[in-house]
């Protein structure tokens, strides 16, 4: 148990559905991150959040929505997805991120399984 | 090119054996290099870092060393067990002012008992 909750572990949705991935962690941190990984691929960062505000997104089509109400949650709203998007999506959270101290250890959550079809 | 590229992308081993994984960055700047495991059905776990002010770290059968010079950094793990069968990810800065770890492609680590 990492500290970073993902729910629902698995989704199958059809590509007119809506629907939203939630992250939750309560260790105290500051920045969360939204991955996707897929087969074969590396790690995909899709969007970070560093206290509240969005500080990156990774050339995300609009079709993902990413929403942080506060430190401790992050959303994911999918909607009109296609069959590539299928994949694991990762949440995770470290402290923070600054310029002097950079990257510190980040916390993922166990992903959540899409399957659209 | 890859800002971070790892190999081997799969390793096996026999139980016991050392296993030896490489990555290589492009950003000298970069200042915080973290190794993952990621095991069947749960995210990446952090399992040793280093930061640049030092060459090598060691945490029991594990070890991570850094070559700044050469912009490379290796994931030791020593008397390999069945446990250690995982997918390992090596992660570094991009560069380009982002502080946002790039992740390497994986090894698939097998350890036969």
């Known amino acids: 148990e990492t500290g970073v909750t993902q729910t629902p572990r698995h989704l199958v949705m059809g590509m007119t559905n809506k629907k939203s991935l939630k992250c939750e962690q309560h260790?105290?941190?500051?920045?969360m991150y939204w991955y996707k990984q897929s087969a074969k691929k590396p790690l995909e960062l899709m969007f970070v959040?560093?206290?509240?505000?969005?500080?990156e997104n990774n050339s995300v089509p609009s079709r993902f929505s990413p929403e942080c109400p506060n430190s401790s949650h992050l959303f994911l709203h999918l909607h009109t997805l296609q069959p590539e998007d299928s994949a694991l999506y990762l949440c995770?959270?470290?402290?923070?991120?600054?310029?002097?101290?950079?990257?510190?250890?980040?916390?993922f959550g166990q992903g959540t399984r899409l399957t659209v079809v | 090119g890859e800002n971070v590229e790892q190999h081997p992308s799969t390793l096996s081993v026999q139980e016991g054996d050392s296993a030896v994984i490489k990555c290589t960055y492009s950003?000298?700047?970069?200042?915080?290099f973290p190794w993952y495991k990621q095991e069947l059905g749960k995210g990446p776990q952090l399992i040793i870092d280093i930061r640049s002010n030092v060459g090598e770290k060691k945490d029991q059968r594990i070890a991570v060393t850094l070559n700044k010079t050469a912009k490379h950094f290796s994931l030791h793990i020593t008397e390999t067990q069945p446990e250690d069968s995982a997918v390992y990810f090596c992660a570094a800065p991009p560069g380009g002012g982002s502080y946002i770890p790039t992740f390497g492609r994986g090894t698939s680590l097998i350890v036969h008992p």
């Open positions: 959040y560093n206290f509240k505000e969005q500080t």
């Open positions: 950003d000298s700047a970069s200042n915080y």
């Open positions: 260790l105290g941190h500051n920045a």
């Open positions: 995770a959270s470290s402290q923070e991120i600054n310029k002097w101290q950079g990257h510190t250890e980040a916390f």
